[in-house]
């Protein structure tokens, strides 16, 4: 690595990929360059935002780290790609007047459910390897802040483990080492945390049908709940955090909900749910197992109307 300023190609301008650059160039890294499609409108945000854009072919990998910021189904097919590229520079230079070696580089992606595997074709040119996965959301707008206090999800060499500690100081974040074979279980743990709460809000407005005048009205209304939700599981843990009628031992309520859906596979997703509330319920203390027993009994472990 340069013991100056850490040199960086980043390979894609999408949403991670932007907010990672911005980051890393305020914390003085060298943007060397960034690849992206030529008929790509990331190209004219990349440069208007003071960065080199090239195609693929014409990166410069004489760096200290490449990111490959492209969606996960692709970063095979990269890291294959700047593999071809690379054997060719070389068959290239063996033929022009010799020059000093220079390191190799470490590559690394942005997937949170990819091991390294994809990175093999670029590890048998003697690049490091690292899984460095943001524990956050990245909408477009995201920038250089989007990484500040969040944990960071490391699995590489001992070379790509070095610099992914080096990434994380520099944006703001904090490491979280994850073994090779625990990786699925990890980003599992990441989809359960995030990926569901739009469908719930969803589900939720739905029922707002003919009570607010529109989808956005009942948006609107519900969002505070999750916000409010957020701050007492971020105050309190999930298990303190536990509302509404299961914290209330409300079972009634919860009965009549249940007869409300229409829809065998949200009532089903509904019961399973409370199934879930209430082992919360007994761990805080809130009810006894013996409850929760009757609970279960009550609202029934199978699909279909009551």
Not at 24 to 35: E, G, K, P, Q, S
Not at 195 to 207: I, T, Y
């Amino acid at each position: 690595m340069n013991e100056n300023r850490l040199t960086v190609t980043v390979v894609g301008y999408g949403a991670v990929g932007r907010a990672l650059t911005l980051a890393l160039n305020r914390a003085d890294a060298t943007i060397v360059n960034i690849a992206e499609h030529e008929d790509s409108e990331r190209i004219r945000i990349a440069q208007e935002e003071g960065f080199r854009v090239f195609p693929l072919e014409m990166v410069r990998t004489d760096v200290d780290l490449v990111v490959l910021a492209v969606p996960d189904g692709k970063i095979a097919n990269v890291a294959s790609r700047l593999a071809e590229l690379i054997r060719e520079r070389n068959r290239t230079r063996s033929e022009a007047v010799p020059r000093e070696d220079i390191p190799a580089p470490v590559v690394m992606h942005l997937s949170g459910g990819t091991g390294l595997d994809v990175l093999a074709p670029l590890a048998e040119q003697g690049w490091g390897q690292l899984a460095w996965h943001p524990i956050q959301t990245f909408p477009p707008t995201a920038d250089a802040d989007r990484f500040k206090g969040i944990r960071v999800g490391l699995t590489g060499d001992e070379a790509g483990i070095a610099l992914g500690h080096k990434l994380a100081e520099l944006v703001g974040a904090s490491p979280l080492l994850v073994a090779e074979q625990d990786r699925a279980r990890y980003h599992l743990a990441s989809v359960l945390a995030s990926n569901f709460m739009p469908m719930l809000l969803e589900m939720g407005a739905q029922r707002f049908a003919g009570i607010a005048s529109t989808m956005d009205e009942a948006w609107k209304a519900l969002f505070p709940l999750m916000q409010g939700m957020m701050e007492n599981i971020q105050q309190y843990g999930p298990a303190g955090a536990v509302t509404g009628p299961v914290a209330r031992d409300d079972l009634e309520t919860v009965l009549h909900h249940l007869k409300t859906f229409s829809n065998p596979e949200e009532e089903e997703l509904y019961r399973s749910l409370i199934h879930g509330l209430l082992s919360l319920a007994v761990r805080s203390g809130r009810m006894t197992p013996e409850r929760s027993r009757e609970w279960l009994e009550a609202i029934g472990p199978h699909s279909g109307r009551n």
